[in-house]
């Protein structure tokens, strides 16, 4: 690139960040560094500036036109559009009329002379045009080429280099990458996500999958009916039967059993319920938190402790290393405030408790205070 272009596209990225959107009476503008409007026309609305222009909005006899508008508040164009979008990709869309779209170049010229029943903005090299005859879609690219021989019954923007597509017959879903590559040409799915990490999930039937980015299913046959996206390496999903798991990248159960109730885990624990309805917590690294014995009932982790109860019906302190606070049994869960818990005795006696088990007070008492 030239130094002389090199340099005015320095200056124009200057010029926009000290422009400053202003209205009044309703209309508006941009204001320069020194305080003047950049145009002498008041619009009816302006826009951020994307790629050096920004969509300006006007009405005219009751109707609502748009065009560009540079940092020095020249038009793009002297025509008015009934829609226009940001720049992308060197390109901005406009409308000229209902179902009549077309490109223009950053110099006000229709792109390739090429007008589109519908259209999207170019995204990642790619905008989305609809056939007027068929009302099918497809992608064209920078050339006017098209990205594929098929045409689908709907298209998303192309995200990290893929899109999801529709099948113009069963309307089931796939992956297409930017060279025309269908990711699973045998497979057409009911639902597909987009990928997050080394999977999306897609559904066959009632049942859910994972699918890798080279189009191999983690699941030969799978018998899931609910599945979440992978996150520090695990997943959360649900059996036919209705049980829940955890599942590692590589598909194996982070959980040696199925469990009836699984929460999300919060710093690598997940309280777990089991089909005797008795409940435990799930260590991210896989395994239990307690070895020795599941609880009737299991509240949530505060501060590394959480409230168990045993088969005894009384309440315990359970630390996050597995092991119980050296304490006495309580008839009521414990909550712990400022440092300190209300607790109250299976005799029906009170004392304060801190964290680390002690007591505030060496004596118990009958009646019922705030903690101050």
């Known amino acids: 690139m030239p130094a002389k272009n090199k340099n005015k596209i320095l200056d124009d990225r200057s ?68 829609y226009a979008s ?26 390739l002379n090429k007008h589109f029943y519908f259209a999207r ?7 989305a045009i609809q056939d007027k005859e068929t009302l099918l879609f497809n992608f064209i690219n920078q050339n006017g080429e098209f990205l594929s021989k098929e045409q689908y019954f709907s298209v998303s923007d192309f995200n990290n280099k893929i899109a999801i597509v529709s099948h113009k017959d069963t309307r089931k ?54 599945c979440e996206h992978f996150y520090d390496g695990v997943a959360r999903v649900q059996r ?12 194996t159960p982070l959980s040696p059993i199925w469990l009836k109730k699984l929460h999300l885990f919060h710093k690598g624990l997940a309280r777990a319920q089991r089909e005797d309805e ?14 020795k014995e599941w609880f009737k009932q299991a509240k949530t982790f505060r501060n ?18 597995g092991t119980i606070l050296e304490t006495i049994p309580f008839l009521n869960p414990i909550t712990f405030y400022n440092g300190k818990a209300r607790v109250q005795r299976i005799d029906g006696c009170y004392n304060i408790l801190r964290p680390d088990g002690s007591y505030v007070y060496s004596s118990w008492y009958e009646n019922y205070w705030d903690i101050t």
């Not at 400053?20 to 826009?47: C, P, Q």
């Not at 990709?89 to 077309?102: A, I």
């Not at 990458?177 to 799915?189: A, E, N, R």
């Open 15 to 82: 010029i926009i960040k000290s422009l400053t959107k202003v209205s009044k009476h309703g209309k508006e503008n941009y204001l320069n560094a020194d305080g003047k409007t950049i145009s002498r026309i008041w619009f009816n609305k302006v826009h951020a500036f994307y790629e050096g222009y920004a969509v300006v909005e006007l009405i005219f006899l009751k109707k609502l036109y748009y065009n560009y508008i540079n940092p020095y508040g020249k038009l793009l164009s002297k025509k008015w559009f009934r």
């Open 86 to 111: 940001d720049f992308s990709d060197s390109l901005g869309l406009v409308k000229l009329y209902e179902n009549n779209f077309c490109f223009l170049t950053k110099k006000g010229e229709v792109w």
């Open 121 to 127: 903005s170019f995204c990642e090299g790619f905008a």
């Open 173 to 226: 879903l796939n992956i297409i990458d930017t060279k025309g590559k269908i990711l699973s040409p045998y497979f057409w799915f009911d639902y597909f996500s987009n990928f997050i990490g080394h999977y999306a999930i897609v559904q066959i039937g009632k049942h859910f999958n994972y699918i890798k980015r080279n189009g191999k299913l983690l699941f030969e046959k799978s018998n899931l009916i609910y």
């Open 240 to 251: 036919e039967d209705m049980l829940w798991n955890y599942i590692r990248e590589d598909g």
């Open 278 to 291: 008795f409940w435990n917590y799930l260590k991210i690294t896989g395994g239990f938190l307690s070895t």
């Open 304 to 321: 590394d402790i959480a409230n168990v109860q045993r088969c005894d019906e009384f309440w315990y302190l359970l630390k996050s290393d």
